[in-house]
C-alpha cells in the first residue's frame, strides 16, 4: 500500500464514524429536543405509577397512569395514597402488586395486604406501612410496568396476587375479534415504553383521539369469548410467563423479600359466565333438556337425579362449562368432594369469558416461584383447604373473583404462614383492628349487589335466584343497623384504626364518609381538605369535597370542587354529573342540562346522566321533549328495568294510557326486579284491583326485602 493510500484509510474511517453518528444522533437530537419542547409546553403528562409531590419529599400515587393503557374515558385509578420517599425507621413497607382483587375491591379499606399489615403488627410490634400498587382490570404487562418503581419506594415485603385478567386487561384476547391476535410481547413492551414520553402520548393522541365511554365493569369485556381450545392462549401463558420472570427480577433487585401467590377464584358460587355452544341443533336442544332437568333435581335435593343428567349433558357436550358446574354441584350434594372439584374447576376452565385465573395461570405462578428464590403461598390450595365443604364459595366470595373480609384475611394468612411460619391472630382480632363494622359490610354488598345486576352476571345461571339471595343479605345486614348507635360504633372504630395508621388515606376518607353520614358535614369537610393538602390532583377527592359541601349547605363550594374533580380529569363524568345533580337540587335546571350533556359527552352511556337530563327537562316544562328523551333512554339502556319505570312514570304523569302497558310489560320482562312489581302493584292498586295489588306487593318484598317504599304500602 502506498503512502498516500495509507494516509486516507483513517480519514476514510473517519468519516463512516461520522456519517454513522449522524444517522443515529439526528434521530435522537430531534426526539431529546421534541420531548423537551412538549414538556416544557405542558403537553402530555407524567405516566408513572407514583409522581412526586411539588415541595415535599413525597410520592403520590398518579390518577392519571391508567391512560396509558386504557382510553382515559375507561382508565381506572390507584388507591389514593401518599408516602415517604425515605421511609421511617423501624418500619416494615409492604408493596402488594396486582389487580382489583389485590387492591380489595369493593372496598380497599378491607384488602388482603391490609389484613397481613395487622397480623405482623400484632404478632412482632412492628409499625407495617401497607402501599397498594394495585389496580382494576390490569394484568401481567401492566404489573411489570408498576414493579419497575419499586425500587423508589424501597420495599422490605413485596406480595404478589395477579393473573384474573390476562385476558380481559390490556392487550388481552377480550377486547379482540375472534379472528384477531394481540401483538407480540416486544411489541407491546415499546408500546408501552414509547407512552411514557410526552411524544409518544402526543402521537398517541393525534393518531387516535380519546372515545366517548365510561367505565363499564366486565360488561365492557364480555362482547368476545375465548374458548379453551382458542391457539391464542398459549401466546397469552407464555407472556404471563415472561412477564412474572420480569416481575420477580424487578422485586428481588430491592432486596426485599418477595412472596408471589396463586389465585383463587369462587369455583362453587360463580356459574360460568358463558358457556361453549353445542354443535348441532338437536345436540344442543338435548343438552339444554339435560341442563334444565339437572337444575330442577338440584332444586329438588335429588343430586343423584341431576348428577346423571348433568353427566350425560358433560358426555354430549365436552367443552360446555355449565354443564361441568352443574355435575360438580351435583356431586358435592352427594358428597363426592374429589369429583365435585374437578368438575367445578372445569367450568371455570371451559368458560367462554375467562373473568377468573384458570388451572394453566396457577400451574404456571407455581412452576415460576420454583425456579425462583421467591416464597409460594398456595392461596387456591389454602382456600380450598379451609372451606367448610371443601371448595371455595360465598364463604370467601362476593362475586368470581373478589374478597370478602373473611377470604382477605384467608389470604393474608396464607402470606403469613408461608413468609413467618407462625399462626397469625385470629380474623375478629384482625377486623377489629381494621375497624370493620356491619356498616361496612353493608355497604359493600350494596356495591356488590348493584355491580351484578349488571351484564355479563345477569346471564348467569339462575342469576333471579341468586340475586333474590343477595338482596336478602343486604336486608339482613341493614336489619342490623341500630342507627346512630351502629355509626357512632363505627366512627369510633375507625378512629381507633387511625391511631395505629393516623396518616392513612384510606381511614382519612372513610371518616370523612362516616362523618357526612352521622350529619356532621363541616367535620367532614375539613377532613378531606387536609386529605386534598396532600393529594391536590386526585379527581375522587374533590368529588368527596363536593358531596361533604353539599351536605353542608354550601352550594358554591360544592360546584367549585365539582368543576375541580372536572379540571382533574375531563375524560371522566363523575364531576359534571355531579354538578348537574346539584344545579337540579337548586332549581337551576338549564345550568343542571348544561352540565348532563358534558357528562353524556364524556361517556353517552351514562344512565343516571340521561334520566336526569330528561327530568330536568320535564321540570323547565318541555313535557314533549321530556318523554322523547326518556324513549330514547329506554331504547338505549332496555335492559334496565329503572329506563322503563321513568318512562312509564312521565307518561302517567300526563295521564297517557301509554304508561299502564309499559308498567305490565315491565313486570313480565324483569320478574326478578322487586321495584317492577312494586310500580304495577300501585297501579293495580289505584285502579281498586286489590287482590292482585297485594300478589305484586308480596313479590316485591319477597325479591327485595329492603324495598322500603313497598313496606309503607
Known sequence: MSQAESSDAPSTSRRWLFRLLA????????????????????????????????????????????WRFFPPSLARRPVAQDLSADKADGTLRLAVLGGSAAMGIPDPLFSFGRFLAVMVEESTGQSVEVVPMAMTAINSHVVRDIAGELDRIEPDVVAIYLGNNEIVGPWGLGGLDPDASP?????????????????????????????????????????????????????????????LKSILERAHRTGAEVLISTVAVDLLGTPPFRSMAVAGPAESRRVDELLEEAGRALDGRDPAAARRAAREAVDLAPQHALAHFLLGRAALEEGDVAEARLELAAARDLDGLRFRADSEVNRTIRRLAAEDDALLVDAEAVLESRSPVGVPGAEFFFEHVHLTPE??????????????????????AC????????????????????????????????????????????????????GAGTLDRTLAAVEGALGSWPDDVLLRRDRAELLRDAGRADEAVAEIHRLLERLPGDPGLWIDA?????????????????????IADPHQSDGPFNLGALEVRRGRY???????????????????????????????????????AFRRVRERHSDRPVAHHRLAQALDARGDVEARAILEATVQRFPQDGTSHFLWAVRLGSEGLDEEAIRHL????????????ARRQ
Open 590 to 628: 338549564p345550568e343542571a342540562l348544561d352540565a348532563f350533556d358534558r357528562t353524556l359527552a364524556a361517556d353517552p352511556g351514562h344512565l343516571e346522566a340521561a334520566l336526569n337530563r330528561a327530568a330536568a327537562l320535564e321540570a323547565l316544562g318541555r313535557r314533549d321533549e321530556a318523554i322523547a
Open 183 to 243: 401483538p407480540g410481547l416486544p411489541a407491546i413492551r415499546a408500546s408501552a415504553a414509547l407512552l411514557k414520553t410526552r411524544t409518544g402520548q402526543t402521537l398517541s393522541r393525534l393518531l387516535r383521539p380519546p372515545r366517548a365511554g365510561g367505565w363499564r365493569g366486565l360488561e365492557s369485556f364480555s362482547s368476545h369469548g375465548v374458548t379453551a381450545e382458542d391457539p391464542r392462549l398459549e401466546g397469552v401463558r407464555s407472556d404471563l410467563a415472561s412477564n
Open 407 to 428: 377470604g382477605a384475611f384467608e389470604v393474608a394468612r396464607a402470606f403469613f404462614l408461608a413468609w413467618r411460619g407462625e399462626e397469625p391472630p385470629g380474623f375478629e
Open 23 to 66: 444517522l443515529i444522533g439526528a434521530p435522537v437530537i430531534f426526539f431529546l429536543a421534541l420531548e423537551g419542547g412538549l414538556r416544557l409546553a405542558g403537553q402530555g403528562y407524567d405516566a408513572g405509577f407514583f409522581v412526586p409531590a411539588d415541595g415535599r419529599d413525597t410520592l403520590r400515587s398518579n390518577p392519571k397512569f391508567g
Open 698 to 709: 308480596g313479590l316485591a318484598l319477597r325479591l327485595e326485602p329492603g324495598l322500603d317504599e
Open 431 to 482: 377486623a377489629d383492628r381494621l375497624g370493620l363494622t356491619v356498616w361496612h359490610r353493608l355497604g359493600q354488598w350494596q356495591d356488590i349487589a348493584a355491580m351484578m345486576d349488571r351484564p355479563p352476571f345477569t346471564a348467569q345461571w339462575r342469576h333471579g335466584q341468586r340475586r333474590s339471595i343477595r338482596l336478602g343479605r343486604v336486608a339482613a345486614l341493614a336489619d342490623r343497623l341500630d
Open 546 to 566: 363536593g358531596n361533604a359541601s353539599l351536605d353542608a349547605g354550601a352550594f358554591d363550594e360544592a360546584a367549585a370542587a365539582y368543576r375541580r374533580a372536572e
